[in-house]
């Protein structure tokens, strides 16, 4: 049986020879991310500073499922909900003041729901990191930088491991999802397509306070080629 399945496959991959490649790629990538998913689990994590994550995603829970507002509750409340929450500059005495928009929250939201905060913590690293990846790989496409598979995984690597991505990653914080999403808007900008870039803006704005010289640029650009 095993041998007529075998049989079989071989068939395919020479009839299709595109469909072994593609195989071989997005099993690649599953590895990739496997293994980033697993460092990050059982390595990295306990290197983040938690508490800022855990702030957002239980915030994010007691807006949407408890109505609460993120702008009246007091950081005793947030922490009674965790035991991972270590300490906190702006939380003395019980003090604590949410000062992003609030529709940052809904982006933590779904985290909020996995019971195991290291988990989630986990998966959203995970996530930064691929972004990181997918924002370098659109960045070079910008630039028209064609480069072979060697020297492709040598930039990422090196960028990778830059200080921008290795503070963002160990604090956790919200900024690779913005960078992508600044990536993304000139790329779309680029091309003319209208919709993505006001969407990509819109996202990049989660935090503004992180953006504003990169959103006066783009705008400015916008503005100049007067194409909205």
């Not at 957002?56 to 609460?68: H, P, R």
């Not at 913590?121 to 070079?140: E, G």
Request: no cysteine.
């Amino acid at each position: 049986m095993l041998q007529t399945i075998i049989s079989r496959l071989s068939g395919i991959f020479n009839n299709y020879p595109g469909m072994k490649k593609l195989l071989i790629t997005y099993g690649l990538v599953l590895t990739g991310l496997s293994a980033l998913f697993l460092f990050n689990r059982f390595v990295l994590v306990n290197q983040v500073q938690k508490d800022d994550w855990i702030i957002l995603t239980e915030l994010s829970n007691l807006f949407v499922l408890e109505g609460k507002s993120p702008y009246d509750i007091n950081f005793s409340e947030i922490a009674n909900r965790s035991t991972l929450i270590i300490d906190s500059v702006d939380a003395q005495n019980g003090q604590f003041s949410f000062k992003s928009p609030v529709y940052i929250l809904f982006l933590f939201f779904p985290f909020s729901l996995i019971s195991d905060q290291l988990l989630s913590l986990s998966i959203w690293l995970t996530i930064n990191q691929t972004l990181i990846i997918l924002a370098i790989n659109m960045f070079m496409e910008l630039l028209g930088l064609n480069v072979n598979q060697k020297v492709l995984f040598f930039i990422i690597s090196i960028l990778f491991l830059a200080h921008f991505s290795i503070v963002n990653l160990l604090y956790a914080s919200i900024s690779i999802f913005q960078l992508f999403f600044m990536v993304v808007s000139l790329k779309a900008f680029y091309q003319e397509d209208e919709i993505l870039t006001g969407i990509s803006l819109a996202l990049m704005l989660v935090s503004p306070s992180l953006v504003v010289l990169p959103i006066i640029i783009i705008l400015s650009m916008i503005i100049r080629n007067k194409k909205y």
